[in-house]
Every structure is written in C-alpha cells, then in structure tokens.
C-alpha cells in the first residue's frame, strides 16, 4: 500500500460532528429537566451549566469541522483559511470555559455538601423543635386543662364559702392587727345596725360594749391563738346593747406575728330574754301556786272572823264604842278578803267568763273611766287603733282590769312630773296571729334594778296606803289566763332611738275559729253549771 | 502629589514606547494546546471529585466515563494539532479534488499517528453519548426519587 485515501477520515469527522451537536443538545434538555424539577438543588445547576457549555463548544466546533469539509469539498480553500482562526478561536475560548466550569465542581460540592449538612442540622432541630413543640402543646394542653380544672374547683369552692359568708345569719367578719373590721358579711352589718356603705372604718372597740370585753377578747387571741363561745355586749349604732356569742380566731402572717382575726357571733338578746321571760314565769308560777295555798288558808278563818264581826255588830248599837270598834274589824276583814280575792286571781282560780271580744272596744271602755282622772293630772292621750280588729275570746272584765291597772300606773308615774302623754295603740299581726296593745307613757320610767320584780306580789315602789303591790300580779295572772304575754320595755326602744318612759306590751292570741271556740266555751260552761 | 510629579517630568520627555506586544502566528495554536491541556486536567480534577463525593449511582458512573473519553479526545486532538506541524503538505495528492485526498507513503510512525488522530470522534462521540446516558439515569433516579 503507498497511499491511504483520508474520505473515511472526513466521514468520520462529518457524521461524528453532527451526532455531537445531537447528544450535546439531549444531555442539555434532561440537564434543563433536573433543574427545573429540583431547582435548587447544586448538582443539577452545575450539569446544566456544564452541558450548556458543551453544547455551545460542540456546536462551535462540530459546525466548524462541518463547514471546513463543506468549503473543502466544494473548493473553497480560500474561504475556509479565511474562517479557520475564528472557529479556532471559538473552539479554544469555549473549551476553556468548559475547563473552568469542571474545576468549579469540586469546590461547588463541598459548599453544597456543607450547606447539606447545615440543613440537616437545621432539619433535625426543625424535628427535634417540632417534637418539643408537640410536647410543649400537649403540656399546655394539659395545664390549662388543670387550671380549668382548678380554676372550676376555686371558682365552686369561692362560691360556697361566699355564700356561706353572704348568706349567713350569723355576724362573720375579718379583723386586721389593728382590730379594725376589714370585711364583714351583711348579717353582721344588720346585726350591729350599720349600712354596708357607710361604716368604711369601724372597729371593734366601736362596737364591744364593755372595753374590758375587747381587752380580755385581744389578750385571749395573742395569747391562746382563739376565743371560743365568749358572752359579750355589742352597741348597735343607735346605741342599744345586744348580747352575743362570740367566736374568733387570730391570724399570723409569716413571722408567726398577729396579724388579724376572724370571727363569728351570733346575736343572744332573743334567747336571753327568753330564758329570762322563762325564769320570770317558773317563778311567777311558784308563787301563784303559794299564794293560791295561803289565799285558800286565809280566806277561812277570814270568813269566821267577818261573821262572827257581823253577829256582833247587832248586838251592839252602832253609836256604841264596841259597835264603831266591829264595824273597823268588818271593814278590814273585808279588805283582806279583797286581797285574797285577787291573789286568787292572780292565781288564775278565780272564775272567769269566755265570749268574743274587740279589744278597741274594752280599750274605750277604760278611756271612759279614767280619761277624766288623766285630764284632771294634765295626761295627754293618744290613740292609734287599727279599725278591722279581730275578736278574741276572753273575759272583758278581766280584760278592762288589766288595762286600768296600766293606766294606773301611768299616771302614777306621771303625775309626779306634772302631767306627760299617754299613747295607747291596738294592732293586729296577722302573721303571728295575734293582737297587740301598747299603752306607753312618758313617766320616770321603771329603774333596770327592779324590772325584774315588777310582777312579784305585793312588789310595789309606791309609797304604803298607795298600793298593795298586786296590780300588775293579778295582771300577770289574766293575761297568762288568757293565753297571752306581757312585755315590758324602759326606756322605750324605737328606731329613732331611746324615749323616755315605760311601753307595755300585750299579745293576745287570735283564736282560728272564732266564734266555734266561744260556742264550745259556752257549752262547757253551761254543761259545768247543770 | 509625588506621583503626579514624576508623571508629569516623564510626560516633558517622551521616548520610544512599544506598549503593545505583537502575537505570532504559532501563538493561536499554543493557546489551543494550552486550552486542550487545560481542560484535561479540568476533567482529571472532575473524576477525582465525582469519586470522592457521595455520589455513587449509575449516572455518576456513566458522567466519570465520559471524562475518561473525554480526556483521551482531548489527548488525540492535542497530538492531532501538534503533528498537523510535523506533517509536509507533500505527504498528500488530491489529483480528483478533496475528496480523493490521499496521504502517501512511505508510511513512517508518524503518518500513521497523524492519519489516527483525524478520527478524533472515535473518542469524542462516546464521550457524549455516556453524557447523554448519564443525564437520563441521573434524571430517572430523580423522578423515581432514588438516590442519585
């Protein structure tokens, strides 16, 4: 062989240029796809850039080398050296690019390869952030479930022992170091006669009646750390006394230093007059019962005494000396047998009639007969009666003695200062069923140190021949008879404050069926006299 | 102000200045080489990053073929454009126009070499054709979301 053609030397380069700009341009278009289907992702913005290089120096020199074989074939020899350094040109500068692209890829995966790791650590704190953040939810969750739960529980509890406070019929009430009241319910304001809006600084030296009360409470409360059932006096703010039991307990703060108190009373006056009411009639009742006995006893030989007083009166004239001595022992026999008689009222043995009454009408009745005597002693009286009384079953007679032997005493007990006002009122209170008759007057008063005697028999402050002390007795014993009370009230208590004087008071029972009691009454008397 | 001094006493005595360097003519083809040298070890340097990356699927694998191909296009074409020099235009007879080129004997070594080097696709095609295999397994693993 002396020769070699180069034809299969310009085929290879013709056809091998074309399928180059082929494969460039279908490595580009899947390069073109990974970035578009990761774009920032590094790798593939590399082998984009990368290809696109490739495809610009596969082009440059595959259509170079096509061009060359073109002009070549075609003789353009000329031509082609024309154009042959300027594809040369191309084909170096393009070449050098692709060189650097490749170089960048080293130091382009290493900051890729760092800023994966980075975001893998972002990603596992973003995990482990995202797990906290769960558990921090579901804990939140959970608390303010608690808080509901406790709040729910606070807010009941609150609640109960608010009402407890508010509702209470007892005086509760928080006290400072200062023994100043800081908070106290309604009924403790009630009880004392405050408002809640007015009383911003009271204190319990205000309203203990006795301050060696509050100085033994205090004492007892640094000392013991409480006060159990202590019978005190509280003032109201009108200045009546009320008696109390009074339970507390101090308050320490931190330092184990007082700081307050708490406590509870509740308001004795009601049970106390009670018990006292209660004593008062045990011992009215021994004592009708002994003066039942002696009355009894007496009224026997008494009854001897003033007959055989009577036989021998007309044996001697009544000018005669023995006939002026009989007639004295007749009269104070029978003096005495009055006496007895009303102890025996007093006693409730007496008789006593039973028929429907309007105590309006028996009041008038005794106006009748003493209105003339309190006019004469310059008595003012005053009437105030409610005009739909019901009637109540009982002894009028009996009834006008009680309420003479009040206005008695009323006028008594003005006349020494030269005349006063009487007030006599009559009222129905329906929902206790019972009908109340006030007789006030504007006298001295009884003094607290005799009050409780007043009903004793033959108690009397009047001078002797003046009375017999059993007046108000033998009223006692009538009213009892009849089912009622008597109260007795010196000096008046009344919501402006303190009047001079004495009120009594008395309650009688309105029968339910009025006139059926009386027709039973009247049947039993009858049936009692056949 | 001492620059602009001495700038101003060089400007009062001008002399020859030959401030632009003029290229010869071989400088275009050593720039050529340089950029053929260039880029081989541009390649060189990408097939030891792809191997030391984590990269380790199939179109990496076909991506490091073909920087192999690549390079040894790049050491055919760097060989081709030295012997382009060493061969005498002597060697050839085109009596029935360029297409019927012939290079004549007697055949020494470095015809041979040169006639070799014209079929430089031989090396440069496969190249680009594990490219284009590389980009779509890179691609493929991506859509089935396999690691790449």
């Not at chain 1, 042959?84 to 170089?103: C, D, E, K, Q, R």
């Not at chain 1, 009360?213 to 009108?238: P, Q």
């Not at chain 1, 320490?252 to 230093?257: H, S």
């Not at chain 1, 007082?258 to 009373?265: D, L, P, Q, T």
Request: hydrophobic share 40%; proline share 3%; charged share 20%.
């Amino acid at each position: 062989m002396t020769s070699l053609p180069m034809l299969p030397a310009i085929i290879v380069d013709m056809a091998g240029s074309f399928i180059i700009i082929v494969l460039s341009f279908l490595s580009l278009r899947y390069a073109w796809l990974l970035i578009r289907r990761q774009p920032e992702n590094f790798l593939w913005g590399f082998l984009f850039y990368f290809c696109l290089t490739l495809v610009c120096f596969s082009v440059s020199r595959a259509l170079g080398h096509l061009l060359k074989q073109l002009l070549l074939i075609f003789n353009y020899t000329e031509q082609w050296h024309i154009l042959a350094p300027y594809t040369g040109g191309f084909n170096t500068l393009l070449m050098i690019s692709l060189a650097a692209v490749s170089i960048y890829y080293h130091k382009g995966i290493e900051g890729y390869r760092a800023i994966q790791k980075k975001a893998g650590s972002l990603k596992i704190a973003n995990e482990q952030l995202e797990v906290s953040t769960d558990k921090l939810l579901k804990l939140n969750k959970n608390l303010e479930k608690i808080v509901e739960t406790r709040t729910k529980k606070l807010s009941t509890s609150e609640k109960k022992f608010r009402n407890f406070f508010t509702n209470s019929k007892d005086m509760v009430y928080f006290c400072d170091s200062t023994t100043r009241i800081g908070t106290m319910n309604p009924a403790g304001f009630e009880m004392l006669g405050y408002s809640m809006q007015q009383t911003p600084e009271l204190g319990l030296k205000d309203i203990f009646h006795n301050p060696e009360d509050l100085e033994k409470y205090t004492e007892a409360l640094t000392t013991e750390g409480f006060v159990e059932d202590m019978e005190v006096e509280f003032v109201r703010a009108e200045g009546t006394v009320i008696y109390v039991l009074l339970s507390a307990t101090a308050l320490f703060d931190e330092d184990r230093k007082f700081s307050g108190c708490e406590g509870i009373a509740k308001d004795l006056t009601r049970v106390r007059t009670m018990m006292k009411q209660l004593a008062s009639s045990e011992k009215m009742a021994s004592v009708g019962q002994m003066a039942a006995g002696v009355a009894h006893e007496i009224n026997t030989p008494l009854g001897v005494i003033l007959g055989y007083a009577q036989l021998m009166m007309d044996d001697f004239g009544p000018e005669s000396e023995e006939g002026k001595n009989l007639e004295v022992v007749e009269r104070q026999a029978r003096a005495c047998r009055k006496i007895v008689a009303d102890l025996l009222k007093f006693s409730r043995q007496s008789e006593s009639a039973r028929e429907n009454i309007l105590l309006n009408e028996v009041l008038e009745d005794v106006l009748a007969v003493t209105e003339h005597s309190l006019n004469l002693d310059h008595i003012q009286v005053w009437r105030d009666f409610d005009e739909d009384l019901p009637t109540i079953v009982g002894d009028p007679e009996k009834l006008c003695q009680v309420f003479v032997n009040f206005v008695n005493n009323a006028r008594h007990a003005m006349e020494e200062q030269g005349g006063g006002d009487l007030f006599l009122s009559c009222h129905y209170e329906k929902e206790r069923g019972q009908v109340a008759v006030t007789i006030r007057d504007t006298g001295h008063g009884i003094p607290r140190n005799v009050m409780p005697q007043i009903f004793d028999p033959f108690f009397t402050t009047k001078s002797v021949g003046k009375g017999t002390g059993l007046g108000l007795s033998v009223s006692y014993g009538i009213i009892k008879e009849h089912g009622g009370v008597i109260e007795v009230e010196s000096p008046v208590q009344t919501e402006d404050g303190e009047l001079k004087g004495t009120a009594l008071r008395v309650k009688l029972p309105v029968p339910l069926l009025e006139s059926a009691a009386v027709t039973n009454d009247n049947h039993r008397e009858k049936s009692k006299q056949s | 102000m001492f620059p602009f001094l001495l700038f101003g006493i060089l400007a009062m005595f001008p002399g020859s200045a030959w401030a632009v360097q003029s290229h010869g003519a071989p400088e275009g083809l050593y720039v050529h080489q340089f950029a053929h040298i260039f880029y081989t070890a541009a390649l060189c340097y990408l097939v030891w990053g792809i191997r030391h990356t984590v990269f380790k699927s199939k179109g990496w694998r076909y991506l490091q073929v073909f920087c192999i191909f690549m390079i040894l296009w790049n050491v055919v074409a760097f060989t081709g454009h030295s012997l382009d020099t060493l061969v005498d235009s002597a060697s050839f007879t085109n009596d029935a126009g360029y297409l019927s080129t012939r290079l004549e004997g007697p055949f020494t070594s470095l015809k041979i070499w040169y006639y070799f080097t014209k079929l430089d696709h031989l090396f440069s095609v496969p190249a680009l054709f594990f490219l284009y295999l590389g980009m779509k397994a890179l691609y493929r693993n991506t859509m089935e979301g396999k690691e790449v």
